[in-house]
């Protein structure tokens, strides 16, 4: 694996959540693969559960890790090509990039999109320069758009809960918010789902429609208690509008999941990728009783990052010299 | 050892005091305890020595680190139970202390009061609350009201530095200051001297009066001419009012430690936790001379922490499901 | 090597560059040497290449890292020696350095100068009072005047690219910038080159002399393109006012360096220790071209700081008890 970005970077989904179940059972089994190799770990952002997960994950391989908080211990960077450097940017990340590639082994990279800028962020320039110039195997820690790291661990644990007599029913539904957030969770859900044996559908208010190059072929319905409906799983989370970029329509209904939602479904069990907003998003009781996933999808998090680096150091990788863009994100909703 | 947050937490301070300088002398001894074992030390305020010396702590252990300063790498948590998550706090700490436990075998936190409401500082809300949901054993790197590291640590140096040949008097004596500081270090140091076959007598101008669940039984003076007198050795150290909770009371005597004080005691040895404001709390020829124990202190706060550390990888611990507050700081001095 | 603040700290540049460029070809053949060994990294200011090749070096010896960010993470130190510690400072550099001496085995410290007086920072009064007081070996990562690990691992890159049938000529030249900047990586570039086979000129518009104690012998023009004739090597380099200190005198005509200019030169290789502000200093197809060394440099940052560290690990040090200053900086440039 070269590449770690999204769904479309992997050979075989299927095979990479059994990986990372087994290295569950197994954190220390391959301890000597990352001998003297380095994970540059590079946060343009703040981070919490990936900050450590992703630590752990190497550590448990064997590696050495260092951690960059870009904003502020390093320089501010330019993302322009050909930008004449006359203001606060002080390094471009055509050299940042290269350069960290040259120190590291592999680097593992958070970059949030500005929700300004529909096609900026959806064409994730940073990830895609930063890809193009550190000539070294790069892991997404959430991009602008993707969130795959999550979704690996996201899948693990509904592998391990899912009922053994049928098919599951999973539902991802939004919940309010405070302020405007990114759609990556949900479009890396979506992607990742759908290769699953499950029977998927989307719950959002109007206005809230999610690119549909990740919701093609999924049931989507306005109507949250419709998607409640017997479900296995519900996955709560909010994300701002894709038609209206970044914006936060007005919803009249009350999307909070609370009890009452909960009891239309088959005695679901509760996802959510933290952090979550108590009370907003979802009420304490369902994220606090026995039937709530949470902290075993965090949990999660180290295998899923271990899988990903196990597969990376155990490829002899050969990064071409001319830069290709395996992934089709670039391409993606910009029509 | 479960939990490491006050001197009620461990069974002997003795042996722990033993155990620590025994370390010492061999550091790197038991470097097979740590292996595959990560401690998760989490800021929420800023730290030299603490943040050094746990590091270097637990790579003697070789255990693997992970640092989190939560203000700058993190976000902003919630610390009420039940609270509607609307706005300014991204995480609640139950959430972000369950995840970190799943990621750490054991966590150390710095978790300074805020010395504008004394009952929810001697609560110790934000220590108690990590402590209930992370489900690990967790080290006090100085909480709200304590700072058993720094004790331990100061116990050391006055073991390694008494007279053998009769009972050490110890005295500590309040010193001007700036801005308001906690009580933690002048509380834990009481605590843990108390254990000591010492004479332990605390100098202090009227008004800045320590909570007597500390103070019980020991001689108090706000005469520090007088408490001086004969003394081996002298801990300095500043704190703000507890009875009139976070202010700083007018003092109008000089409590400046100067050689012409100095020359009262019994060729007295000094001492400070640091950081020191110099010539405001204690003048430069005495933290400077052969007679200040002072680095001493500082180098054996990386002993203090291995021996804690050493206890805790040394345990079978199980943490009990139900959580049960060990310590009784959170009855302390809110009748 | 006790220190490696400057060129007159080491015994013999040769024998570095070459030990250097051996550790290159085998980066973990000493991974002995640093076992149970604490680098203690300490960062006034921000960093990304200093801060990842040194990590990446010491672990490639097997030591362990501490990483201490001090604006950010620490208190705000006191430099002034008998202050009344009365004001915004909260330690002095005398404990903070010995303190972090008691922890470390050595110690790397990154510290820019104000560029507001020139004696002070030619004087190199924080890194020469860290030095005294830490009492350990330390390495600059950047001091207020030099940046030797920079000239070392550009010496690296010169002698790996030199053409092999003639002595090269290299050219420093000054470039164009938005904001003053240190002359430190100029200093330093002159104190090292001069001890190579080389022809070697500097090149600067009228007001931008550096230091004459660096300069001393060296050929210096204010013709840049006289300069570039037949250049083996172009180093650009923005640095501030050494005369009208740390002032930017105005430059009328154009020193960004182009395609034209370059043509001047004998196909020369160029050279910049990066951050570079494109298109200010160098245009942007000067830099992404193969006759650009600036990747090879930075990635010479590792083997530079890990041969450093390796002769430091080897030497069995004794710094003494009085502590001398071996460099002759305190001395340079006051008259």
Chains 1, 2, 3 share one sequence.
Not at 126 to 139: G, S, W
Not at 186 to 196: M, Q
Not at 231 to 242: G, L, P, T
Not at 266 to 288: G, T, Y
Request: glycine fraction near 2%; proline fraction near 4%.
């Amino acid at each position: 694996m070269k590449y770690f970005t999204t769904i479309n970077d992997i050979k075989n989904a299927e095979d990479l959540i059994t990986e990372a179940l087994n290295l569950k059972k197994d954190p220390f089994g391959f301890s000597h693969l990352g001998k003297n190799k380095t994970l540059g770990i590079i946060f343009m952002n703040p981070s919490l559960r990936t900050r450590l997960s992703t630590q752990k994950a190497a550590q448990n391989l064997g590696m050495n890790t260092v951690v960059m908080n870009f904003n502020q211990e390093g320089w501010a960077l330019e993302y322009n090509d050909g930008a004449v450097m006359n203001g606060n940017t002080v390094e471009h990340i055509k050299d940042a990039a290269a350069v960290m590639g040259t120190y590291c082994d592999i680097i593992a990279i958070r970059c949030f999109p500005s929700l300004k800028n529909r096609q900026e962020d959806y064409s994730e320039k940073i990830l895609l320069q930063f890809m193009k110039y550190c000539n070294k195997p790069v892991i997404s820690l959430e991009s602008a758009t993707l969130h795959p790291l999550q979704s690996l661990a996201d899948m693990m644990t509904i592998e391990e809960n899912k009922p053994t007599n049928r098919k599951p029913k999973v539902v991802l539904t939004w919940a309010p918010h405070i302020k405007p957030l990114p759609q990556a969770v949900a479009n890396s859900f979506c992607e990742w789902v759908k290769t699953r044996d499950v029977d998927f559908v989307i719950a959002h208010p109007k206005g809230y429609d999610l690119c549909d190059d990740f919701t093609s072929n999924v049931t989507i319905t306005n109507n949250q208690d419709e998607a409640l409906l017997d479900a296995d799983f519900v996955y709560v989370k909010n994300w701002s509008s894709f038609i209206d970029y970044g914006t936060m329509p007005e919803v009249n209904d009350n999307w909070l999941l609370n009890e009452n939602k909960m009891s239309l479904t088959n005695h679901a069990q509760l996802m959510h990728c933290l952090p979550v907003r108590r009370n907003v998003e979802v009420i304490d009781s369902l994220l606090d009783n026995n039937r709530s996933l949470i902290l075993k999808q965090a949990e999660n998090r180290v295998f899923a990052a271990q899988a990903v680096l196990k597969q990376m150091l155990e490829t002899n990788y050969k990064i071409e010299e001319k830069f290709t863009i395996t992934s089709n994100e670039a391409e993606l909703c910009n029509s």
